[in-house]
């Protein structure tokens, strides 16, 4: 989220404004809370979930084909059966 300067919020959830504001730098991460609380209806496309959930999720499924890409190597396939460790939701 650090790369996100302008990132643009429509809808925030609970979950996520304590991590937003960690990584940004104050005045942006201020801006972004300022402009949710100030528009009464935010200028997006009818968005109905929070916006950092998505970039989160769309990440997730990059890196997730990303690793799925090197299983056919023994050398993967074995630390995943061996040494990996998921979360519950990731796995």
């Known amino acids: 989220m650090r790369r996100h300067r302008q990132l643009v919020l429509c809808r925030l ?7 937003l504001a960690a990584v940004q730098d104050a005045p942006a991460a201020a801006r972004m809370f300022r402009r949710l609380i100030d528009e009464a ?25 990303e690793l799925a890409g090197y299983m056919p190597r023994s050398d ?16």
């Open 76 to 91: 993967v396939s074995h630390w995943i059966r061996t040494d990996a460790t998921l979360c519950i939701p990731r796995a």
């Open 13 to 19: 959830c609970n979950f996520n404004p304590c991590g």
């Open 41 to 65: 209806v935010p200028l997006c496309d009818g968005a109905t979930v929070c916006a950092v959930c998505n970039k989160v999720v769309a990440e997730e499924d990059l890196r997730i084909r």
